[in-house]
């Protein structure tokens, strides 16, 4: 979602010369920042002798009007579960038949039926989490926060200016929306002006709005309190041991993110054979140990490490179950007054 600076190659000339003469051994990745680690794309280049170049994005939305627009020359890129439906409608991704793969037998229910693309014609899981906030403990009044939207949409006076919120119009406008008791996916004009006027509330309050550099900005003290990606918490608590991630009593967004291959991908084989190895448990668990967040492949628990199944940011407790919001799709008229919101609110 995630979500999540790494290696960051500067795309522009590659795809311009590889959307017309791509090598039969290249791949062309375009990814969340700090998603994937780079020691894994070595291990595919070196296992498949297929080069890699990676290209990152900060939101779904960039991602998506990069290809309604043309892009080309991208072989993977990794939607999350929301939109992966309007672009199958929009015919943005080609039909990989992942069922078909050797290695989709390792993919654990639900993931390998999910109900935006049941068959897994059009993608294949890669990581899936929550999104909360995480604040320093040792840096807000008597050391501990409600577990509310409440503290990051309406924050104490002490906080002015110290909290960060992700640039992602989908997660901002939902967590604001669960906040207020308001369906995510409402056409209601009433219900979208209580949700921009909550988010007018909270501005003065904000020190900026930014989905990349969410780890570093929390461990260098930067600000307090950042909605964060559960992965972002865990790696932030690494270096930051007073970090708390929240799980908000009004609803907290579980999402997953998938890999998919755009329509006309210049290397579609070669992308095949990146999807099939990275739902190989060891190689899967290699991305999970750097990314923070939980995978879908069945075996892949033997190679986690063991601060990722102890960190309650990644694997919640049982009685947080109930908070948990999976994603939906809306409609058009509810994502039309989303993106009205978001553009007044960013003015």
């Given amino acids: 979602m995630r979500h999540r600076g790494l290696l960051a190659a500067v795309m522009a000339a590659a795809l311009v010369v590889g959307a017309g003469s791509a090598a039969a051994k290249e791949l062309f990745l375009y990814n969340w920042s700090n998603y994937f680690p780079p020691e894994l794309l070595k291990k ?10 990676l290209d990152v994005y900060d939101s779904n ?25 309007s672009m199958i409608q929009e015919g943005l991704l080609e039909q990989i038949d992942t069922s078909k793969m050797a290695n989709f037998k ?33 840096r807000v009044p008597g050391g501990k926060l409600e577990e509310s939207w409440k503290e990051f949409f309406e924050p104490r006076e002490e906080l002015k200016g110290q909290i960060a919120a992700l640039n992602d119009e ?7 929306a669960r906040y207020l008791g308001v369906d995510v996916c409402t056409e209601s004009g009433d219900d979208g002006q209580k949700v921009l006027a909550l ?9 900026m709005y930014q989905s990349d550099g969410t780890i570093d900005r929390m461990i260098a003290g930067e600000v307090i ?5 559960n992965g972002a918490s865990h790696r ?19 999402w997953a993110d998938n890999f998919a291959v755009p329509k006309g991908a210049p290397n579609i084989e070669n992308a095949k054979v990146f ?8 190689n899967i668990a290699e991305a999970s140990n750097f990314t923070g967040y939980m995978n879908a492949v069945k075996g892949s628990e033997a190679y986690l490490d063991a601060a990722l199944k102890d960190d309650p940011a990644v694997n919640m407790p049982a009685a947080y179950a109930e908070r948990l919001r999976p994603a939906k799709s809306c409609g058009t008229a509810a994502r039309e007054m989303r993106d009205k919101v978001w553009t007044r609110l960013k003015k």
């Fill in 225 to 229: 309190m950042h909605h964060q990606w």
């Fill in 170 to 176: 989908v997660e901002v406008y939902n967590a604001a």
């Fill in 275 to 282: 999807i099939n190895w990275m739902l190989d448990p060891k």
């Fill in 44 to 53: 595919f280049e070196a296992d498949t002798g297929i080069t890699v170049t």
């Fill in 61 to 85: 939305e960039t991602m998506l009007a990069k290809l309604q627009a043309g892009a080309a020359g991208y072989d993977i890129v990794v939607p999350s579960d929301y939109i992966i439906p």
């Fill in 106 to 138: 390792n993919i654990a229910a639900p993931h390998n039926a999910p109900p935006y693309d049941e068959a897994r014609g059009y993608t294949a899981p890669y990581m899936w989490g929550t999104t909360g906030f995480t604040y320093d403990s040792a």
């Fill in 199 to 207: 988010l007018e509330k909270q501005k003065p309050y904000l020190a």
């Fill in 236 to 254: 932030t608590k690494e270096k930051l041991p007073t970090a708390v991630y929240v799980y908000p009593k009004e609803g907290t967004a579980f």
